[in-house]
Every structure is written in structure tokens, then in C-alpha cells.
């Protein structure tokens, strides 16, 4: 019997990079998957790939941002597979800036994407997991949570959302909603590709490995707890970053 088997995971951002791994993982492991993406034609091409037949795997574009979007999500996978027994958090942006040169445009965009997306999502998921009382949440943090030249407000969310997880966790308890999350440090990613060479070279230098993980490294940790054998694991925050000594 695979890990998953009868259980419905949804990803967000699952369309591509860190996201589609996960989504790859959790099929492979038996579970229903939902992809949820801003590009619909990248959620569902991935969903077709997986499973042409529909069954297993459907891709539905949803602005994450935007409630109506998110519930008339909800409505698609209740018609379709009746509820939500895993959430993963993992979709968000970056829009970086030097601090005094940050647009309130770039600041708002990424709070906007990271916060209130994150925020929708697990909402209406936990409302399902609550009635049930049964839910895997995992929610996607950084090392670079810990803040980083540049990244003023990308920082702010990802510390936030280590909080969240933790405020959650000890809401959760009572409904059997397990709320972790995973810190991923250098991932090669389009993202991470887009950086500078010398300063990839420099983050690649500081992991112990020398190297940069691959996204299916984060989604083995995002599988190991949202699977029941992290049952007695809430509230936690686990690095995957090879080592990476950012401070």
C-alpha cells in the first residue's frame, strides 16, 4: 500500500520548480493531487501528464490572492474528489529590492502572494479538516527567513509563516490538523537560477554538500511530514538546506 493512498493532497504553486516535485511525490506515493497554480495551462498540462485519465490529478488556475478564486477552487475539488485531507503552502514570489529603493508595489505583491494566499488557502482547508478532524498542513519558509540583504519583504513573509505554523499547530491539535513547516535553503530552481553567478556561487559554497538541492529533496520532507509517520510532529520547522550555514 502506497503512503498516500485515499488521500486528497492539494499543492499550491504546483505547477513548476519546488512545487511540481511535490506534486510528482504525492502522486507517486498514491494520493489524489490537486494542482492549483496562477497558470492554469501549466497546473493542468502537469495534471494531464500524470494522469490522462482525470481521476487522479486535476490542474485548476486560481489567483491565490483573490477569495472568490480560492473558494470556486474549494467548490472544484469537493465536486470532484469530496475534500482536502493535505495541504501544502508552497506557492510565492519574490520581488526583490535594495530597502530604500523597494516600490510599495513590490512590498505589497509579495505580502499579498505569501500572506493573504497562504491565509485563503488554508482557511477553507481547515474549515474542511476541522469538521473531519483529520488534516496534514505544510506550509514552505526559507533559510532566508531569517532575513537577507534585498529581500526585505520576502523575509517578512517567510518569518511570518514559521509563526503561523506554529500558531496553528497549537490550534490544530484539538482537530487532529497536524501544521509543520519546511525551511528550504539553495534549491535549484528557475528561481535561484535567476541569481547573480557569483553570489549562486557564494550560497552553493556555504551548504556543507557544495552543491544545491534538488526539489525533490524538499518534497521527500514535505511527504515525510504530511504522511503518519510524522503523526507526533506539530508546530515544527525543518531545514533542508544541505548544511547551508547563512549565519
Known sequence: MARFDGRIALITGGAKGIGESIVRKFYAEGAKVVIIDVDAAGAQQLALELDPSGEKAIGLGCNIVNRPEVKAAFVAIADKFGTVDILVNNAGITRDAIFHKMTEQQWDDVIAVNGKGLFNCTQEAWLIM??????????????????????????????????????????????????????????????????????????????????????????????????????????????????????
Do not use: H
Open 130 to 247: 476541522k469538521d473531519k478532524k483529520y488534516g496534514k498542513i505544510c506550509n514552505l519558509s526559507s533559510t532566508n527567513s531569517s532575513g537577507e540583504a534585498g529581500q526585505a519583504n520576502y523575509s517578512f513573509t517567510k518569518a511570518g509563516i514559521i509563526a503561523v505554523t506554529k500558531s496553528l499547530a497549537r490550534e490544530g491539535g484539538r482537530y487532529n490538523i497536524n501544521v509543520n513547516c519546511v525551511r528550504p535553503g539553495v534549491i535549484d530552481t528557475e528561481m535561484m537560477r535567476a541569481v547573480p553567478k557569483n553570489v549562486l556561487e557564494d550560497l552553493v559554497n556555504k551548504t556543507a554538500f557544495k552543491r544545491m538541492g534538488k526539489p525533490s529533496e524538499v518534497a521527500d520532507a514535505v511527504a515525510y511530514l504530511c504522511s503518519e509517520e510524522a503523526s507526533w510532529v506539530t508546530g515544527e520547522e525543518l531545514l533542508v538546506a544541505g548544511g547551508y550555514m547563512y549565519r
